[in-house]
């Protein structure tokens, strides 16, 4: 069992900047792939970012891309989302997510286990 909680999120201008993190507790933390998903009212949940267990690898989707940096800290059994020049799209409800084994994944069905979310609300 793995417990996440994220934090950072919040209501920021146009073209600013926010870091999430997401706090890992339970079983080995550096076990686990990680992604970073987001939810607008009335759409369905996407992925916006994944990091695999040794952080050797990234993935972003097109929307964030060159914007976000995921990053990970296994001392500290910690996930971060770095979020620059955000727009109003990004706007959402932000998770974060864990897979045992090395590989993040695009699809939501593929992590075992999330965190309950942050609200990330950008005004022009």
């Known amino acids: 069992q793995v417990q996440l909680v994220e934090s950072g999120g919040g209501l920021v201008q146009a073209g600013g900047s926010l870091r999430l993190s997401c706090a890992a507790s339970g079983r080995r933390f550096s076990s686990y792939a990680s992604g970073w998903f987001r939810q607008a009212p009335g759409k369905e949940r996407e992925f916006v970012a994944g990091i695999s267990r040794s952080g050797g690898s990234t993935g972003y989707a097109d929307s964030v891309k060159g914007r976000f940096t995921v990053t990970r800290d296994d001392a500290n059994n910690t996930v971060h989302l770095q979020m620059n020049s955000l727009k109003l799209e990004d706007t959402a409800v932000y998770y974060c997510?864990?897979?045992?084994?090395?590989?993040?994944?695009?699809?939501?069905?593929?992590?075992?286990?999330w965190g309950q979310g942050t609200q990330v609300t950008v005004s022009s």
């Open positions: 997510a864990v897979v045992a084994g090395a590989i993040w994944g695009r699809k939501a069905s593929s992590y075992d286990y």
